[in-house]
């Protein structure tokens, strides 16, 4: 068995990438969450069922939800209003995204834009030195199944190791047409844009 050395700053990375496919996953919605506090309150006790399981997802007390729901409380302070945000979008349409996350795994692929610190690993003779570059290509179904696997923990890849993947055999070795030895190594991402 092969153990990875992950570099420093990978965790980020990965963190980078798996909010760029949610953000994706929000941008595929058909209808808008809701916009008033109380809609989105309502929302969330419609999913998690009591106020205590809202208060606790939210880190605010039972009696704050209840004050938000009633719109006795109608301006949270912004810190809580961005976790009431989140928390919305992140149960908001679970079926449309769904559909797509299983259209872009299996047929549509994904295209990704990233700033970033590409290096590499090439034969003698040819340059290694890493350096920040914008890049955007469409990866295939493929790499979209084992981007959406490693984010739910399946496999051993990491979300960061598979775009890497993807932009090294898409972007620099032109769908297996040159450069073969070549290997990118994709760090210090700057911004990811992840659609589907």
Do not use: C
């Not at 309150?41 to 997802?57: H, W």
């Not at 872009?104 to 590409?118: K, M, N």
């Amino acid at each position: 068995m092969v153990r990875r050395i992950r570099p420093a700053g990978a965790d980020a990375d990965d963190a980078l990438v798996n909010e760029a496919v949610d953000r994706a996953g929000e941008e595929v919605f058909t209808r808008q969450p809701p916009k008033t506090l109380k809609g989105r309150i309502n929302f969330l006790l419609g999913r998690l069922k009591t106020t205590k399981a809202v208060a606790q997802e939210l880190g605010v007390t039972q009696r704050s939800v209840e004050r938000y729901r009633t719109g006795e409380r109608k301006h949270p302070p912004k810190a809580i209003a961005d976790r009431i945000d989140a928390a919305v979008r992140a149960r908001w349409q679970p079926k449309v995204r769904d559909r797509r996350r299983k259209q872009a795994a299996t047929t549509t692929g994904i295209t990704v834009e990233a700033r970033a610190r590409f290096g590499y690993t090439a034969p003698i003779g040819t340059t290694d030195d890493g350096r920040m570059r914008r890049i955007t290509v469409h990866l295939p179904a493929e790499y979209a199944r084992r981007l959406f696997d490693a984010q739910r923990g399946i496999g051993a890849e990491s979300p960061n190791e598979v775009i890497a993947e993807g932009l090294q055999e898409m972007y620099f070795k032109d769908h297996g047409r040159r450069a073969d030895q070549l290997e990118v190594e994709f760090t210090d991402i700057d911004y990811i844009d992840v659609s589907f």
